[in-house]
């Protein structure tokens, strides 16, 4: 099971300082402050960090800046964003509400504006982490606070719309977002130019979508045009051409075409290299993929390799509770299987298994394709009666979830079809 590639349009409120109790002169750190926002959002990351290390003493000065001051909010937000692109969840999580709270409090049209997008933001940073009721609450708010202040044909909407579509494929619910993802596209032609990155971010997701419920025609098309918008826009070395590249590969993958795969994958993986260093999270979720794309080729030392990276840099950079880490460890876990390394293989999905109960709870989708997995596992080992609790526990649950259609389910059930008759078979013949 590969993980959808980590991405997600960050839509980072950037408002102008019509308010401000600063006593000083705000001009030089804020334009440093909007210059690290760019680099930001264009990928490079590490020069966004040396200046918000020079500037983040101011605020903790509430003499010159105080709590309410819609500056300290634009600061609060725009660096949460930045610590949200580096996978640093726990601490961008007060900044983003520490900017909502004084953009709550803040009259006008701007700060009503600015505040949506914050909310978006903290939605964006729930979904990363598998909260979605809490992330779709929030999208909600954001969408309708747009709606009310700017209308539904707005660059900002469009950009919100994609991001709930995104939500809803991140819960498996591929039919409702392709609806999103197509009426986002519908804003999006209008209004952004053929010059604008943004262009492209909707039709991507639809892509991924479309590729998730097997419409590779259409979504290749839209891969391919994506690539070459954001190649025109960005660079050829962008990370979001990478995001691109990487589920170009993956719909090779689902095609069959394992080279032109392994070859979009790896150019994918070298973009991702370059642009955060060898230890971020998207070059773990690239080397996972690879490490799949590997194993369907027979690959196993390669594939083993690129999981066991994946793993390394996730424990590293994400903590050891990350539902990202319990995805890898969970292929690793099958690669073993597969192997016929079925202790090392049942201790890798037992880890992954505490990581999605921990994360998501017991009867949570994520927990219980885990478990499936291990209950695979212990059939192959003979464990049948450790194997069969897990199915019939299991497998009513995901008939009712939005994974009910899913390969992998429709696989286990013929797993447990094939470990009852063997099951009554033995019963027969010890009769």
């Not at 709606?147 to 660059?155: A, I, L, M, N, Y």
Request: net charge neutral.
């Amino acid at each position: 099971m590969k993980f959808a590639i980590w991405f997600a349009m960050v839509s980072v409120a950037v408002g102008a300082p019509t308010v401000s109790t600063w006593s000083g002169n705000p001009g030089d750190w804020v334009t440093d402050l909007r210059k690290a926002s760019y680099l930001d959002q264009t990928g490079r990351y590490a020069e966004a960090q040396g200046i918000y290390d020079r500037i983040l003493p101011i605020l903790g000065d509430t003499a010159r800046l105080s709590e309410s001051d819609i500056l300290r909010a634009e600061f609060c937000n725009d660096l949460a964003a930045h610590y949200h692109h580096l996978a640093r969840f726990a601490e961008a999580v007060p900044l983003y509400q520490q900017a909502i709270a004084i953009w709550r409090q803040t009259p006008g049209v701007a700060a009503q504006r600015d505040l949506a997008l914050a909310l978006g933001n903290l939605a964006a940073l729930n979904r990363a982490q598998g909260r979605f009721p809490v992330a779709e609450s929030l999208y909600r708010e954001e969408l309708a606070l747009l709606e009310k202040v700017s209308g539904k044909q707005t660059r900002n909407y469009a950009i919100a719309l994609n991001n709930f579509a995104e939500l809803r494929r991140s819960e498996g619910d591929l039919a409702n977002a392709e609806v999103l993802a197509r009426d986002a596209v519908a804003i999006s032609t209008k209004v952004f130019d053929s010059h604008d990155e943004n262009l492209g971010v909707p039709m991507h997701t639809l892509a991924v979508t479309l590729s998730g419920q097997r419409k590779f025609e259409e979504a290749d098309r839209l891969l391919q045009q994506v690539i070459n918008v954001w190649k025109a826009t960005l660079g050829e070395e962008h990370p979001k051409v990478a995001v691109a590249l990487g589920n170009l590969a993956d719909l090779r993958c689902e095609q069959g075409r394992y080279d032109e795969a392994e070859a979009l994958s790896r150019q994918s993986l070298a973009i991702r290299r370059t642009a955060f260093g060898p230890g971020h999270p998207q070059v773990a979720v690239n080397l996972n993929n690879l490490g799949y794309l590997l194993r369907l080729r027979k690959d196993f030392a390669g594939a083993e390799a690129s999981f066991q990276e994946a793993i390394r840099i996730a424990e590293n950079s994400m903590g050891l509770y990350h539902p990202e880490l319990a995805n890898f460890l969970a292929n690793l876990g099958m690669l073993e299987a597969e192997r016929g390394r079925f202790p090392a293989a049942e201790g890798l999905l037992l880890r992954a298994v505490a990581i999605t109960e921990k994360d998501f709870g017991p009867a949570d989708t994520r927990t219980l394709m885990s478990r499936i997995q291990l209950a695979q596992v212990y059939q192959a080992r003979g464990r049948l009666t450790a194997a069969e609790r897990i199915y019939r526990q299991a497998l009513p649950l995901l008939d009712e979830s939005t994974a009910a259609k899913d390969m992998r389910v429709e696989r286990a059930r013929g797993d447990y079809e094939k470990l009852l008759a063997a099951t009554r078979g033995k019963s027969k013949r010890n009769s």
